[in-house]
Nanobody
Framework: QVQLVESGGGLVQAGGSLRLSCAVS????????MGWFRQAPGKEREFVAT??????????ADYAVSVKGRFTISRTNANTVSLQMNSLKPEDTAVYYC???????????????????WGLGTQVTVSS
């Protein structure tokens, strides 16, 4: 089992920045990728960013087109993955979820079905 706890959400004006963190605990050695997803009211959960983790020796990071160049995913320390969000827009408003994936490659890392473990989410609200 892997436990995930997000923090860092809040209210910010358009153009501002927020940094989300996700504390990872449990069987982290079996975790191959960490991802951030978001879900706005009335919309489906969508991919935001992903990066490789302990179980995968190949480093990578990738982003949704809508956030590329504004958001950065990183491994802050051995047990924390962060999402630095700059130049925030009102359309970035959503609940942001941290997710962990094992070694099953049935789905691509942009597909929520790839991820077996999820945090409870943290609200990000961007005012115009």
């Amino acid at each position: 089992q892997v436990q995930l706890v997000e923090s860092g959400g809040g209210l910010v004006q358009a153009g501002g920045s927020l940094r989300l963190s996700c504390a990872v605990s449990g069987r982290t050695f079996s975790t191959y990728a960490m991802g951030w997803f978001r879900q706005a009211p009335g919309k489906e959960r969508e991919f935001v960013a992903t990066t490789s983790w302990v179980g995968d020796s190949t480093y990578y990071a990738d982003y949704a087109v809508s956030v590329k160049g504004r958001f950065t995913i990183s491994r802050t320390n051995a047990n924390t993955v962060s999402l630095q969000m700059n130049s925030l827009k009102p359309e970035d408003t959503a609940v942001y979820y941290c997710a962990a994936s094992g070694s099953d490659y049935t789905y691509t890392y942009t597909d929520a079905r790839r991820y077996q473990y999820w945090g409870l989410g943290t609200q990000v609200t961007v005012s115009s």
